[in-house]
């Protein structure tokens, strides 16, 4: 049958994802958007080398799904493996159809026609300023969990693979003679990349053939110590100007993400030649009760594939960064949907690569490399290129967290700084402080050690910031008595089923907090397997009081999103009642 190797799975969805493009895409933008190339844009109008800048929409596509691209669309479809291969694989479907490019680029045209503000600003000027200030609280939390979940799995993957290390390393090291080569020589791109992306090959090199220290060689907990490298690897990053590493880490980094996929489609697509078989069952089960798993189907599912489905991520890139860079009108078509799409690309051939693991295994974060391997090294040099892979893959995991993290770190700077300058905690918004609390901090989530639910509470939040910004476009749309139901309906889709996820995973760690623990098959419960270093130092005591942070973290995340809900409401009822002329 055509779904017993991935080659039915990822050949439906680059049809789907193609038509997308070309149809649906297509029609709400010449219906909806109108685009005229004539228009100026803020690239043009604000233009001031530094933040606003018109660039080619060919580059501009690649810098959108690079900065886009992370591990949500690699790791979540592991993850909605709990509830076999066809939910995962109609939810990427779905969405890529309905809501990922919906968002990402309606966003993107909103803050065009809107002179290039970003997101915080477009929601002050349509729901006021008490949803903003939410807004910018529940930003704070949004960020704190998703560096959270990204530094958990980096540590995690680079524990089991520590080749991907040195390969991180490499990539840094490559990043900084990159941003030297080109912004303080001037040597041509062309000539500057081609040294990268060798510097690149040499890293994968090294990681393959230093793979060391070997898995479970530092300790009881040895995840744990590669926080101290990575965080000041990102603390750095976060705080040095954008050229020295960020901007270079990013533009080269593309060269791993563009590769990583393309071979991962071409393993897919050959598996029906190469005999790779998928794994996992169809279907497995709606729900699971056990403490620390995903829960239910709905909406666990839709929250555990979060980029490569949609993401809230994606309309802070859009409106903050991209939107600032159009050249013409006829150029967000592309970049935002084409650039979106690609990522569902990036999900799909991720699913491709877990569902060839034996079920049981997808669930753990370093098992991804070991996917992708057994999928391409057929195509790619059998078996004498395992060790190259398996480390190529395991870096392009490490990498896409990596890049996404340092610019993490700077949106949350900029965040506590304007909610806490001129209070009495402006301290707190102090660049050096704020980049270091916005690292450490989320060692307190990590140290739950209940991985799966800190990334569900990463994706209900990142799911429901995407609410937010499709609500938003659809609020804008009916003040100006436009179509508006292509963005409003996934909207209320996403607010309904993230705010149901936070509120059930909030219950699992209150459920978590009240239970004592027992001995439960000789050993103690209810708590994930990585709690046992906290369990062993603090006693049950201090699992009791990480568990009750996670819990309070959640309630106040609901509330947030439920009072955002409600404004929203009144937004739409209040503009109801006075109709706008207007022009989108």
Partial sequence: ?????????????????????????????????????????????????????????????????????????????????????????????????????????????????????????????LLGPTPRRLLLGFLLFYLLLINAAFLFVVATVIDAWAGSFWSLLDLTIAAVITGHLLFKRKMPVVQVTLIAIVLLAIGVVIGAVFNWPPPGTLGPAPYTLWYVPLIALLVAGALLPMPTLVTPMNYIAYYTLFPAVIMLAVGALASVFTGVKVQVPVFTQFYSDRIFTTGPLWPALFVSIACGAVSGWHSLVSTGLTSKQIDVETDVRPVGAGAMLSENLVGLTSLAAWIVLAPGTAVAPANFPKGATTLTKPVFGGDAAVPFLTIFFASYMVGMAVTILTILGRFWRVTMAEIFSGTSLSFLGNRYVATVLGFVLPVAFVLTGSWINIWLYFGGTNQLLAGFALLIVGLYLFTQRKFHWYSTIPGIFMMITTLAAIAWQTLVFATATATPVVIRDGRPAPYFAQQAPLLQLGGPAALAGVNAFSTVMGAIMFVIGAMMTIYFLRAFVRYSRQPQAGQA
Wanted: charged share 15%; net charge neutral; proline share 8%.
């Fill in 1 to 125: 049958m055509v779904f017993d190797t991935p080659f039915g799975i990822t050949a439906i969805g680059i049809v789907v994802f193609l038509l997308t493009y070309w149809t649906y895409s297509k029609w709400i933008d010449r219906k909806v958007w109108a685009p005229d190339p004539k228009r100026p844009t803020p690239a043009h109008m604000y233009m001031d080398g530094v933040e606003f800048f018109p660039v080619s929409r060919f580059v501009l596509y690649g810098f959108q799904w690079n900065s886009i691209a992370a591990l949500g669309p690699i790791l979540g479809p592991g993850i909605a493996l709990t509830f076999g291969w066809l939910p995962a694989f109609l939810w990427i479907i779905f969405a890529a159809l309905l809501i990922g490019w919906v968002q990402d680029y309606s966003a993107m045209f909103l803050s065009v026609r809107k002179e290039g503000r970003s997101f915080g600003p477009l929601a002050y000027e």
